[in-house]
């Protein structure tokens, strides 16, 4: 067996400045600490936290006053900043800078007039976030079918704007949609899909046709991981979308000479190595690296724990 490992993979600069700022938080005020809905969407990350006393909540509510909360890397509505300040909580804004992006985006859309189209799925954190900025300008689509129900006249003053974690193929296609319906339609110069999430669709793309068999390491409500799994079946290949090495079936692997690993933008380098381990030590697979792209992307810290660093 041969294993291709595609770069780049895992952890993009938004999740690490999300988990670090967790650590600084944990070290500078101890526990409990609380964490407004999962940091990242990853399983095993949230378990580790979780072990070492943080609250994950889905609620403002569940903060004790005065209590100390992260926001996590997918971001907030302007109405749970105002709960927190309500309750006199001290807030971190771990908020992706690329997510952040598409929220200011949001705000000057609805100031200027627009209708805003926002492309993305229904009920996921970063959404619900960035609706919550201008919740009566924006619609929500998800796909083609969306776009042709828009209640709106041809002429609307309409702008679109997208998730950071979507299939770069498939909204292309939701955007030609809109276009088709709306010429004049404002938007960013392509889409606001992240540079992680298209570095790693690229990578599956260019690499998987070598592959029998792509495994995907990340979890279920991960968008970004979800993606490439998708990506892997449309070019007829199996895709198997695992947590860690624990799901691991070795009948996936019957006939595979080559498999393709790759792991969601929220993933833990620790959970691609025990599989990669696995696999060598079970069937005897060899490993090549593959880099499609180079990365060098990091963000700083929140503005709130900079202050405090400092002083210290
Ligand atoms: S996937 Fe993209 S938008 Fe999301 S945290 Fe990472 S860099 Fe930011």
Redesign the pocket.
Known sequence: MKIILANPRGF????NM?IDSLEHALALFGTPIYAYHEI?HNRPVVERFRKRGVVFVDSIEEVPESGTVLYS??GVSPVIREASERRRLRAIDAT????TKVHTEAVRYAREGYTIVLIGHEGHDEVVGTMGEAPHHIVLVEDEEDVERLDLPADAKVAYLTQ??LSVDETQSIIAALKRRFPQVAGPAKDDI????QNRQEAVHELVPEGDMVLVLGSQNSS?SMRLAEIARQHGKPAHLIDGVAELRDEWFAGAEVVLVTAG??APEDVVSACVTYLRVKFGAEVESRTVREEH?SFPLPRELRALTVVR
């Open positions: 993009c600069a938004g999740v999300a990242v890397a997918h992706c800078p690329l997510v950071t974690t992240c540079y992680a999430t970004n933008a929220s992307v």
